[in-house]
């Protein structure tokens, strides 16, 4: 199957933005993260308005291929789960986005421009406990009611077989 609108969610260090970009090399489509869509500077946690946010969704939906990846379970998010050709859905164990979420904390505390706060990191840790109870649950009754097509992918290895599948068949 071709798939030309990709949305990829999932917990917080999931692998969302490694995926997007994998997918984007093998299928030459531009990739969108959706925090550079709500937030003006990530930084300091400053948001677009709705409606500002909601104009730079629309122009993204409008093109005619796009990979768009994060972590929201918003209303505002809707249209892309309807636009997509595919969902979809990384549920990683958490113990393995866990272990991410720290790395990334350290690269960026010691080898990276990118501020990295040690109490926005014990927060994203949290948000990677309640993922598979809650999150998960959401993204996917949402993916099930508003898409044409899901899959959820677990672990490296399906990643990896999902991958090269794809490679296979552009």
């Keep these: 199957m071709k798939y030309n609108k990709i949305f990829i969610v999932g917990g917080i260090g999931s692998g969302k933005t490694t995926l997007a970009n994998k997918l984007s090399n ?27 946010r909601n104009k ?16 929201y379970s918003r209303s505002w998010i809707y249209p892309i789960y309807r636009k997509a050709d595919v969902v979809i859905i990384l ?24 501020k990295a706060s040690l109490k926005k ?9 309640e993922y598979p109870k809650k999150y998960f649950k959401i993204q996917k009754e949402t993916a099930k009611k508003l898409s044409k097509r899901m899959i959820i992918l677990k672990n490296n290895s399906e990643i990896r ?10």
């Design 26 to 52: 093998i299928l030459h489509i531009k990739t969108y993260e959706l925090d550079d869509i709500a937030y003006k500077k990530r930084e300091t946690y400053e948001k677009y308005k709705p409606k500002e």
């Design 56 to 71: 730079k969704v629309k122009v993204i939906l409008e093109k005619k291929k796009w990979i768009i990846e994060g972590f």
């Design 91 to 114: 549920n990683i164990k958490p113990s393995i986005s866990k272990k991410r979420v720290i790395l990334r904390f350290l690269k960026r505390k010691f080898f990276s421009k990118r």
């Design 121 to 129: 990191t014990i927060g994203l840790l949290k948000y990677v406990e």
């Design 161 to 170: 077989e999902f991958l090269e599948k794809l490679k296979w068949t552009t």
